[in-house]
């Protein structure tokens, strides 16, 4: 199986700071990369697909790069509602899909 | 599109569960359908993938042979059918739409429900 490890598991920030979160994979994925963003009592939802392409209705502040085996969401400008829990999946190989364990952004 | 997961509840060790998946706003028989489970200990977790026609599935080496997963798309209904329940099954299930068709495609979840809990303790 293919290990998606994310770091950190939780981020610090203020509204307005830019967030930078990382995941690595244990083999090479290409670009089958996804970002998901969790708030608390909801089901995930789907931010980045294909390592650097936003999801429909998803804000320019929002960016994903990478390929192979790093990857990076960034955020450019937090604002209040992107203090969530996000994950990273890789669709490259399969079976299983993996995701990794997540990123907790949390407001300092 | 919309995603209304039913079903989970509390079992006990041995015991079975059948979760439904109401599907709607898309055209239920043109994707592929994956459940994705989610417990503290474990996170994310994927299950059960079934192609759009049904005629593919596939399920994670630690519930193949106790999991099955269905689909009526004449209902636009995804199922599955949880026999032998075990307290590591314990979690939230959630359904999820693929962007694609076959059980193998590559693609990420563009769309979830809101998940069912299933509790597997005596």
């Known amino acids: 199986d293919i290990v998606m490890t994310q770091s950190p598991a939780t981020l610090s920030l203020s509204p307005g700071d830019r967030a930078t979160l990382s995941c690595r994979a244990s083999q090479s994925i290409s670009n089958y990369l996804a970002w998901y963003q969790q708030k608390p009592g909801q089901a995930p939802s789907l931010l980045i697909y294909?390592?650097?392409t936003r999801a429909t209705g998803i804000p320019a502040r929002f960016s994903g790069s990478g390929s192979g085996t790093e990857f990076t969401l960034t955020i450019s400008s937090l604002q209040s509602e992107d203090f969530a829990l996000y994950f990273c999946?890789?669709?490259?190989?399969?079976?299983?899909?993996?995701f990794g364990q997540g990123t907790k952004v949390e407001i300092k | 599109v919309q995603l209304l997961e039913s079903g989970g509840g509390l079992v006990q060790p041995g015991g079975s569960l059948r979760l439904s998946c109401a599907a709607s706003?898309?055209?239920?028989?043109?994707?592929?359908m994956d459940w994705v489970r989610q417990s503290p200990g474990k996170g994310l977790e994927w299950v059960s993938v079934i192609s759009a026609s049904g005629a593919e599935t596939y399920h994670t080496a630690s519930v193949q042979g106790r999991f099955t997963i269905s689909r009526d798309n004449a209902e636009n209904t995804l199922y599955l059918q949880m026999n032998r329940l075990r307290a590591d099954d314990t979690a939230v299930y959630y359904c999820?739409?693929?962007?694609?068709?076959?059980?193998?495609?590559?693609?990420?979840?563009?769309?979830w429900g809101q998940g069912t809990l299933v509790i597997v303790s005596s």
């Open positions: 706003g898309f055209t239920f028989h043109n994707f592929a």
């Open positions: 999820a739409k693929k962007t694609c068709s076959g059980g193998s495609c590559n693609s990420p979840f563009d769309s």
């Open positions: 294909g390592a650097s």
């Open positions: 999946q890789q669709y490259y190989n399969w079976p299983p899909w993996t």
